[in-house]
């Protein structure tokens, strides 16, 4: 027979490993990420147009990014966001030696950044970090990357819809 100690610890040990299993599911889900149809690839080559005039120094480079960003998303404060975003961008690019390849990279990566309503945190992440290594890799200046990083999340988390729940911090 079996003493109360023993049943006690036997239940706690089962609640234990069922909560560990529990949380272990509980996970933010991903969401779908946006493709580009023909019009809007033809919105994310105005966009890495832009990117490589900031490059090459053209005074209304910047403006031009502003605007074409702010089209992708209407909601005011992702408006707000993007604004701060392309500020950010701007000042990353400017000097860099950013490639057509990666304009055309970074346009896309910005778009889906505003765009897409239902990614995860952790899906926004792995965007800044695509990000953060284009920039890095045309020459940026790390400080400038770092608050390109920074806005990403701000403005990814303005357009989503997709809110983590309380159990889906554990």
């Given at each position: ?61 910047s403006?031009?990014l ?62 800044r ?5 284009i ?36």
């Amino acid at each position: 027979m079996r003493s109360g100690f023993h049943v006690a610890r036997g239940l706690a040990v089962t609640a234990l490993l069922a909560l560990a299993l529990a949380a272990g599911g509980c996970r933010q889900a991903n969401g779908p990420v946006p493709e580009p149809n023909a019009s809007r690839q033809d919105d994310l080559k105005d966009v890495a147009k832009d990117l490589l005039n900031i490059k090459a120094k053209d005074p209304s480079a910047s403006k031009d990014l502003q605007d074409d960003l702010v089209r992708f998303n209407d909601k005011p404060t992702v408006v707000a966001a993007t604004r701060e975003l392309a500020n950010r961008v701007s000042t990353a690019v400017a000097g860099s030696k950013l490639s057509e390849t990666e304009a055309g990279e970074l346009g896309h990566q910005l778009w889906v950044t505003i765009a897409a309503a239902q990614l995860s945190t952790s899906q926004a992440k792995g965007i800044r970090d695509d990000v953060e290594m284009i920039l890095k890799n045309a020459g940026a200046n790390k400080d400038a990357i770092n608050a390109v990083g920074e806005q990403i999340i701000t403005t990814q988390a303005a357009a989503t819809t997709n809110r983590r729940k309380w159990y889906e911090f554990f």
